[in-house]
């Protein structure tokens, strides 16, 4: 009987042991996003989670900060605030996110770049080409020299929050030539429309890690792209007390979106 029991014992700790070992690779493979992109859109600005409490689900992510303040890059864990002054900060666990999208980044393609010379249009056509499928969500990094590289910030608010739009029609705007960095962010299937942006989302942070922000255009020299196909996805809505419970999210936003992220 004894013997009957340690065996079962041991088949137990087996079967929770491979549990946790799926569990661990499936949670690699996941990109956890916090709140929509709609919610934000509609200006719901308040923090949802820390960052202390975002990096573990990931290390490697984009978002934003309570209030709207500033864009956030993370990298190799490290959590990057590029603020309107366009300077990146880096960030003390406890500042809250609204809205984030992270996952742990492993890389399952790599495409190298040689004095190409390439724009913000054809680096997504060359990474479109060698996607799998463009029906999961992909992160998407890639570290090199650019001979420009075009971002903004906005500046945080104050409640009554207004539209992404309406900030977005003040942002400050940053522009580099012969700088080296890494771009941040990811590729989303067109099914999340509302959910989070769809097709291409990337930030940027300098080697120097103290300046970057939400790209809006580059051309890159050379350098490497990396994509971390990601097929689980997870999110983290806001508390019952967020005004995202008394928003009306069945309006198409997607020309706000458009407007706000160009």
Do not use: W
């Not at 960030?91 to 913000?120: C, R």
């Amino acid at each position: 009987m004894k013997h009957k029991i340690l065996a079962l014992f041991l088949i137990l700790l087996l079967v929770v042991s491979g549990v946790t070992a799926c569990g661990s690779a499936q949670d690699r493979e996941t990109l956890t996003q916090v709140s929509t992109i709609d919610a934000i859109l509609n200006g719901v600005y308040d923090g949802v989670i820390s960052c202390g409490e975002l990096v573990e689900y990931g290390d490697f992510g984009i978002g934003t900060f309570e209030g709207l303040d500033g864009e956030m890059v993370v990298l190799d864990g490290k959590v990057y605030q590029v603020k309107a002054d366009g300077v990146a900060y880096l960030v003390d666990s406890s500042v809250m996110t609204p809205f984030a999208s992270v996952t742990y980044f492993d890389s399952d393609k790599q495409i190298a770049l040689s004095g190409e010379n390439l724009t913000y249009a054809q680096i997504q056509t060359l990474i479109n080409d060698s996607l799998p499928t463009e029906n999961i969500f992909c992160a998407i990094k890639i570290t090199g020299t650019f001979s420009y590289m075009k971002t903004r910030s906005v500046p945080g608010q104050q409640k009554p929050y207004p539209p992404l739009v309406e900030v977005t029609k003040n942002q400050p705007v940053f522009e580099f030539t012969e700088v080296t960095g890494t771009i941040v962010g990811f590729f989303c299937p067109t099914y999340v429309d509302g959910v989070n942006v769809v097709g291409y989302h990337l930030h940027f942070i300098n080697t120097a890690e103290n300046a970057g922000g939400h790209i809006l255009d580059f051309t890159i020299i050379s350098g490497d792209i990396s994509i971390d196909y990601t097929p689980v996805f997870t999110m983290i809505l806001p508390g019952m007390d967020s005004d995202f419970y008394d928003l009306d999210l069945t309006p198409d936003l997607s020309g706000q979106l458009e407007q706000a992220e160009k």
